[in-house]
């Protein structure tokens, strides 16, 4: 398990609270403790709001809950979860050393309005930043056995930007995009609530990785269908846009770095229904014509070679131009003078010196500037939004993104054991050893207590590996 000071470190740079963070923390191992089950990983599909921040765009709202599709109904089983869980949670113990207790987890399974059973799951857990005393947080599960799949299921890696993530990384069996924001549309028709109309408009924002509206509309109607409603339409969301505004900072703010204003997101409507009803797309700016031999960066997981610092302005940056909101950014000149600029993101770029450069609108001297990121001292969003002058070029391309063929963290189907919380084996003087593994050169090393921080240390080769978060492996 990663430290506490990994957690608010990142709370502190994200402007978000710890509990938020360690929970997106949890959800990884969550998710990887589902998917090397052998029981689920074929027949549970990942889907909602929670898909899209750990499946498609890491620089998405942090969200709380864990959805899925089940394509085998006797699964809805309140015995047959406990115990799956219970092993999950030991799997999770063994691997990460968090504490997922199998007495306090709980599934309440009931009917739903189509007369098919659902399934709401309370799982809690016991993180870096946990409280020890008092009640454990918890995450959600919510689980149908009786949704339309219309799109073939995808295997899709998932984020994990803690210095715990496996070097092979895990996959989750998720929703197709074209299908979770299909999905997104049904869910704001049905219910409109802020998070479905946030998810909608941040999802069709996004060019790159728009889907055709023909194959949107199509998969839209059938999921309607299913549920016996017509699709959505603008004049249907205008009833509630008094409690929209009501509940915006209330169901949002806690999840995101910065809350933009309601007003930027319903005012987006008009534009996203005339593309899924014509599919005339809205005119688009052009991009900035930049300098010769310029490389735009926009990959999914975008890992640059900078310290963890810059990355997290990076993912600053990302978020505010996803969100259309302007970013306070503190540079330091050549000289070493540094100032501060209020500017509009739009592009992040290498230079054939292989200089990355950040091109943008100054809002001070209207005009266009770019900054190195070496030189980038701090990032921050703002609550100013800006209506694109450029094309956007800081949201990942590409829609559906397959994980490759790649070894997964789970041990083989058929050694998926069934183990309470990692048995502690006793010295000769009555305290326990843990074993840590380094997942570079796979170098075992003993602890007096669990911490899995390693130094730089020789392999067996004579090379050296840097430091690093070691696997747990095993108390002795």
């Not at 089950?37 to 498609?56: A, I």
Request: with cysteine; glycine share 6%.
């Amino acid at each position: 398990m990663i430290d506490k000071q990994e957690i608010l470190s990142t709370a502190q740079r994200m402007s978000l609270l710890p509990n938020v963070v360690e929970k997106d923390y949890v959800l990884g191992w969550m998710l990887a403790g589902i998917y090397a089950h052998p029981e689920l990983k074929e027949v549970w599909v990942f889907k909602g709001g929670t898909c899209l921040k750990k499946c498609y765009f890491e620089t998405y709202r942090f969200s709380e809950d864990l959805d899925f599709t089940l394509t085998e109904a006797a699964h809805l089983d309140a015995g047959f979860l406990a115990r799956v869980f219970a092993e999950i949670g030991a799997w999770i113990y063994e691997r990460a050393g968090i504490e997922v207790p199998a007495d306090k987890q709980a599934f309440d399974i009931y009917p739903n309005t189509r007369g098919s059973l659902s399934c709401e799951g309370r799982i809690s857990y016991c993180g870096p930043v946990s409280p020890r005393s008092g009640g454990l947080p918890r995450i959600k599960l919510d689980l149908l056995a009786d949704e339309r799949l219309v799109l073939p299921p995808v295997e899709v890696a998932v984020f994990h930007p803690y210095s715990d993530a496996p070097v092979e990384g895990f996959s989750a069996r998720a929703y197709a995009y074209e299908e979770v924001f299909a999905e997104k549309v049904r869910a704001l028709g049905e219910r409109t609530r802020p998070r479905d109309l946030y998810d909608v408009i941040n999802l069709f924002r996004n060019a790159d990785a728009r889907p055709a509206p023909s194959v949107m509309l199509d998969v839209l109607k059938q999921k309607c269908a299913h549920k016996n409603i017509q699709p959505p339409k603008l004049s249907d969301l205008e009833p509630h846009r008094e409690s929209l505004s009501g509940s915006w900072a209330d169901m949002l703010k806690h999840q995101l770095p910065s809350l933009p204003p309601l007003e930027s997101f319903w005012g987006a409507l008009p534009e996203f229904f005339e593309w899924l009803a014509s599919g005339r797309a809205p005119i688009a700016p052009a991009a900035y014509g930049g300098g010769a031999g310029e490389v735009v960066l926009r990959e999914r997981d975008l890992r640059l070679p900078i310290s963890a610092a810059r990355q997290a302005h990076v993912e600053v940056i990302r978020f505010a131009a996803a969100n259309r909101l302007c970013v306070e950014l503190e540079y330091r000149k050549e000289d070493g003078r540094r100032t501060k600029r209020v500017v509009e993101p739009y592009s992040l770029r290498r230079t054939s010196k292989g200089d990355i450069v950040l091109h943008v609108h100054d809002r001070d001297r209207n005009a266009h500037r770019s900054y190195r990121l070496d030189r980038i001292d701090d990032a921050r969003v703002t609550s100013d939004t800006f209506v694109p002058l450029h094309q956007v070029e800081l949201t990942p391309t590409g829609a559906v993104l397959v994980a490759p063929p790649t070894r997964r963290v789970s041990p083989p189907a058929s050694s998926f054991r069934a183990v309470r919380a990692a048995p502690v084996r006793r010295t000769g003087s009555g305290a326990p050893t843990y074993i840590f593994q380094c997942p570079q050169c796979h170098k075992q090393f003993r602890r007096s207590k669990m911490d899995s921080k390693l130094n730089a240390h020789k392999n067996d080769r004579g090379g050296q590996c840097s430091g690093r978060t070691g696997y747990y492996v095993d108390t002795r």
